[in-house]
């Protein structure tokens, strides 16, 4: 066996290896990224648990028996409010199993509430006529270009506002702030698509959360990742917005998978937020 022929079959052989790893190990690899924030505040604080989830593009490929394997390991988390970024199904034409779904993210238990917001699957596919049902009826607040505001055990209070889809649907920043109090003691908007946060650059806000980039689900060294529309900019992690206010913008990675079933080297994540208020 020549030296050459090893080096074909051995690449051969690790090339094998990392499609069977991207198609059936890491999409199932569901991780946990926490971040404690906000923490020059006092000892007499209050730590707030804020759970992101994003892009859980229910399909063939990520079925409600995996969902509810999520909902079970964010329960366990305990968290004190849960947010979803949008994207719920991948195609619901195609696969949309709504009683299932409903029932798996009624269960997701958050003390101050579950919160979402749109996002570009969430309008196509026939989803628009389903995914305002399925929020309510398992119990999340959908926010379309509105907020709300928190009132926690110590007396302080969380803004927490949601902006429409950028692509399908229509952003409208100034409603979304309108019930944003100053006064209020921390100030979050959970959006969609990250390129769009720039448009919140001078708001008030003290974080943004997104969704959308799939982190480009495949991130190979050396190489540019796959980037979407409205997520090329910022693709994954934390990124300062505003170096003045120190506004900072989360994207989170997503749980699903959408084109291509596959993910390496990035996979599926939570995101858990300590804030100290």
Not at 81 to 106: C, M, Q, R
Not at 134 to 162: A, C, Y
Not at 178 to 203: F, Q
Not at 238 to 253: P, R, S
Request: one cysteine or more.
């Amino acid at each position: 066996m020549t030296k050459l022929f090893k080096g074909i079959l051995i690449a051969i052989i690790c090339g094998v290896l990392v499609l069977v790893y991207s198609l059936y190990i890491e999409p199932k690899i569901l991780v946990n990224h926490e971040y404690d924030l906000n923490k020059e505040k006092s000892g007499e604080s209050q730590n707030i648990k804020v759970v992101q989830l994003s892009d859980i593009h229910i399909s063939e490929n990520y079925t409600e028996k995996q969902l509810e394997k999520m909902v079970e390991k964010v329960n366990k988390l305990e968290p004190d409010i849960i947010t979803f970024t949008g994207d719920l199904f991948d195609n619901y034409s195609k696969y949309g199993p709504v009683k299932e779904t409903v029932e798996a993210l009624g269960k997701l238990k958050a003390k101050y509430g579950k919160y979402s917001v749109w996002g570009n699957r969430d309008y196509g596919g026939g989803a628009s006529r389903q995914y305002e049902n399925i929020m309510r009826d398992s119990g999340f607040t959908l926010l379309k270009n509105e907020g709300v505001n928190i009132h926690i055990e110590n007396g302080k209070k969380i803004f927490i506002g949601g902006l429409d889809d950028a692509l399908l649907g229509n952003l409208d920043v100034d409603n979304a702030l309108r019930k944003m109090k100053k006064d209020s003691d921390y100030k979050i908007m959970l959006m969609h698509e990250p390129d769009k946060a720039d448009v919140l650059k001078d708001s008030e806000l003290n974080l943004i959360l997104a969704g959308h980039s799939h982190g480009g689900q495949v991130k190979i060294p050396l190489l540019k990742r796959t980037k979407t529309a409205l997520a090329k900019k910022y693709i994954s992690g934390f990124y300062t917005i505003n170096e003045k206010t120190q506004l900072k913008l989360y994207v989170n990675t997503g749980i699903g998978t959408t084109r291509i079933p596959v993910r390496f080297m990035v996979p599926p994540e939570i995101s858990i937020f300590n804030i100290a208020i």
